[in-house]
């Protein structure tokens, strides 16, 4: 058993009855061995968590650099498949990483919109999500994260269907063209669980 699949477990006992978790959609993620570029909303610190343990592959986050730099906390994150990204800057590293990720065949878990809603709105997603979806033949899964976050009250995990990205590769759509669409497909799975 790897750290990866430890950690899922215990973590999995503990959040899915304090949140009674509810995961919605998990005939939508692919099972094949090709790449999935996951995106969703992030409206909580545990986010990549509980996304992590709903999801039903190992999911690859990225995660900001500062992380990676706090004692013992940096080597659990990296042993749980987070690799560092420099945040307000284009960190050619960073995407480098997650290309090989999605082209290796595994999945690569962002939040469009780069940093936690303080609001639990939806805000606008930044180029990366379309960058990535654009660079590979991955799948591209919305997922909806619904809250609260309080004990005891349900939290809801949505996998959307795969959006069909083949038009867009072959009109050469923009990055940002992109990311409002997955963006789009998000807030449709926030408007339709809630």
């Known amino acids: 058993m790897t750290f990866?699949?430890?950690?899922?477990?215990?973590?999995?006992?503990?959040?899915?009855?304090?949140?009674?978790?509810q995961v919605i959609g998990i005939e939508n993620f692919p099972k094949d061995s090709r790449g999935v570029l996951l995106?969703?909303?992030h409206i909580h610190n545990?986010?990549?968590?509980?996304?992590?343990?709903?999801?039903?592959?190992p999911v690859h986050f990225m995660a900001k650099a500062e992380v990676f730099r706090?004692?013992?906390?940096g080597g659990i994150v990296r042993n749980l498949n987070a690799f560092p990204v420099k945040r307000g800057m284009s960190d050619r590293e960073a995407l480098r990483k997650g290309l090989s990720i999605l082209k290796e065949g595994h999945v690569l878990g962002l939040f469009p919109e780069g940093t936690?809603?303080?609001?639990?709105?939806?805000?606008?997603?930044?180029?990366?999500?379309?960058?990535?979806?654009?660079?590979?033949?991955?799948?591209?899964?919305?997922?909806?994260?619904?809250?609260?976050?309080?004990?005891?009250?349900?939290?809801?995990?949505v996998?959307?269907?795969?959006?069909?990205?083949e038009k867009l590769r072959k009109e050469?759509?923009?990055?940002?063209?992109?990311t409002e669409?997955?963006?789009?497909?998000?807030?449709?799975?926030?408007?339709?669980?809630q």
């Open 4 to 21: 990866y699949d430890f950690a899922r477990s215990v973590v999995t006992v503990i959040f899915k009855p304090l949140y009674r978790v």
């Open 39 to 41: 995106c969703s909303n």
């Open 46 to 57: 545990f986010d990549p968590i509980l996304v992590g343990i709903c999801a039903p592959r």
């Open 70 to 73: 706090v004692p013992v906390l």
């Open 116 to 157: 936690r809603s303080k609001t639990g709105e939806l805000g606008k997603g930044l180029a990366g999500a379309g960058f990535f979806a654009l660079r590979t033949d991955a799948d591209v899964v919305p997922c909806a994260v619904i809250g609260p976050y309080k004990s005891f009250h349900r939290v809801k995990v």
């Open 159 to 165: 996998f959307g269907k795969p959006i069909e990205m």
């Open 172 to 178: 050469k759509a923009s990055a940002d063209q992109v």
């Open 181 to 193: 669409l997955i963006m789009a497909e998000i807030h449709k799975l926030i408007r339709e669980y």
